[in-house]
C-alpha cells in the first residue's frame, strides 16, 4: 500500500510509524515497514513496480548520525544501481507497507 494514494500527503516518520500500527487492510493488521532490501527488490530491479512520480519511501531502519536519528528511504527512481539514502524523522515521505 502507498500512503500517498490513501492520504494525499506525506508522512514524517513517527506519522509513518503509526500509519502501518493502525493499518487495517487486505484482511490484516500486521503491516509494517520495508527493510531496504525488500524496497531495493521492488524499485530497483526489472521489471520495476509501477509508480506514479517521484517518491521516496520510508524504511524500517533507523540510525543516529552525530545529533540527528536518520531512517533509511528507497526512491521509486528506475535505475538498477542501489545506494542506501538517509533522511531526518522530520522528512516527509511516503509508506509503501508490507505484510509479514
Given amino acids: 500500500l502507498d500512503s500517498s ?3 494525499g500527503r506525506c508522512l514524517n516518520y513517527d506519522e509513518a510509524l503509526q500509519y502501518v500500527y493502525t493499518l487495517k487492510t487486505g484482511g490484516s493488521s500486521r503491516w509494517r515497514l520495508p527493510t531496504f532490501s525488500e524496497l531495493a527488490g521492488l524499485y530497483k530491479q ?3 513496480f509501477p509508480s ?5 519511501f520510508w524504511t524500517a531502519e533507523k540510525v543516529v548520525k552525530g545529533y540527528h536519528e536518520m531512517v533509511g528511504v528507497v526512491t521509486s527512481d528506475r535505475e538498477k544501481e542501489f545506494q542506501r539514502q538517509y533522511v531526518t524523522t522530520k522528512d516527509c515521505g511516503v509508506v509503501h507497507a508490507v505484510h509479514p
Fill in 5 to 7: 494514494v490513501v492520504l
Fill in 46 to 48: 526489472e521489471p520495476f
Fill in 52 to 56: 506514479t512520480g517521484r517518491k521516496w
